[in-house]
Every structure is written in C-alpha cells, then in structure tokens.
C-alpha cells in the first residue's frame, strides 16, 4: 500500500550532536525520495532528494541514506544546531500517475538540548 | 523564502459554506499541487494543475476542486464545508509536472470550521 512511516515520533538531540531521523517506505517502485523541514507555522521547505539509483547524497550539513533493500530511508544532520528545531518529513513519489504526487510521512520532531 | 504565496493567511468558516483559497507559484513554475495538512499529520496530496489542467488527484471527494489560471497561479475551491475540513492547506509548486521535480511549498492557509 501506499505508506511512508517514521521509527520515532520524536527525537531529542544535544546541541552540537548528530541527528539521525530514520524512515520506513513501503512501495518498491518509488523512485525518488525527499526530506522536508517544517517549523512552527509554515510550510515545508526542502531539504535534500535522492533518487532510486543513487544510495547517498550528500548536502550542507545534511546527508540522506537510501537502502533499497530494506525500503530505508535515513536524514543525517551534522553538528545540530537549535535551528534544527522542526519536524521533518520524509516524502516518496510513487511515480505511476501522471502527477507529480508527494506521499508524506507522520512526521519526526526534533527537538535540540542546550 | 520560496516565492509561492498564499491568501488568506487564516480563515474561519461555519459548517456547509463554501472557501476558495489561493496560491501564486514561484517565478518560472508552470505546475501547482495542493495539499491538506491536518494537524499533526503529514500533508496529504489534494491535487495537481499542470498548464492550467488537473494533472493527478488524491483521495478527495469532488467537492473539493480547483483552477488553474494563465500566469500558472491556483485556487483551492471547497464546497459543503465539513468539521474535519479544517486543517492547513498548503499549495506547492514545481517547475514542471515531472515527479523529480522539487516542489516548492507556501506558508499555507489555516482553515477553521465551525
């Protein structure tokens, strides 16, 4: 079915830490995966996409992990920071409708420790 | 900032009217999704406008529909407003209707129904 979940529904970071947000997707022909940001009362703002072919991409401060095998997803951000303070997404597009269809996740909220 | 923009920032109905909500997309972008985001959830895909045609639809009923205007900006039309209408409806937008393409989100409408 059509189903991107989350291991945890919240995360807790020391500042200066690695955050590791994990992501399970459940339809093997997807093929293009994307991490979004949302803070408190606004949109989600992209963060970092991967497609199928590709197993890591890296960004600024970001790296996002893609294991086919096992249908998981991971977002890496180094050195957190308290403006990392969100809840982030991790999004799949099936790919087999004509529309560029975005199938979200519950969410994982992280929160930075001082 | 992403360039799309939305209106109204806030909106309160009552229970059977109708709402038409709306989106301008970023500069050079032909391609308009709209979303539904209910609170703490994960944006759900409403539907997507493609050079001024419905380009994909989600699980909605048809009572929620939409138009896309020559200069590619977008409206939300909900009619029949039910209690769990409310939510923050998002739109985004691409610079195609590729399912690589980045989606662009704006700041959203809060809808309310009483």
């Known amino acids: 079915g059509e189903s991107v979940g989350l291991h945890l529904p919240t995360l807790s970071v020391q500042e200066g830490d690695n955050s590791i947000i994990n992501c399970a997707y459940s339809n093997s022909a997807s093929d293009y995966f994307i991490w979004y940001k949302q803070e408190s009362g606004k949109g989600p703002q992209f963060i970092i996409d991967i497609r199928s072919n590709m197993d890591k991409r890296q960004g600024q401060r970001v790296t996002v992990l893609l294991n086919k095998t096992v249908k998981h997803l991971s977002l890496q951000i180094a050195a957190t920071q308290p403006g990392d303070s969100a809840v982030y997404f991790c999004a799949e597009n099936p790919g087999y409708s004509s529309a560029s269809k975005i199938i979200f996740g519950s969410g994982t909220r992280l929160s930075i420790r001082p | 900032e992403t360039g799309v923009t939305q209106s109204p920032t806030h909106l309160i109905k009552t229970r059977g009217q109708q709402v038409t909500l709306r989106c301008s997309s970023q500069s050079g972008h032909n391609t308009v999704s709209w979303y539904q985001q209910a609170l703490g959830q994960g944006p759900q895909f409403i539907f997507q406008y493609y050079r001024e045609e419905e380009n994909g639809r989600g699980n909605f009923p048809p009572r929620f529909s939409g138009l896309q205007f020559p200069n590619y900006s977008s409206e939300l039309n909900v009619n029949a407003l039910e209690l769990d209408d409310s939510a923050l409806y998002l739109c985004?937008?691409?610079?195609?209707?590729?399912?690589?393409?980045?989606?662009?989100f704006g700041p959203g409408t809060r809808l309310t129904v009483l």
């Open positions: 985004a937008s691409s610079l195609s209707g590729r399912t690589t393409d980045t989606q662009y």
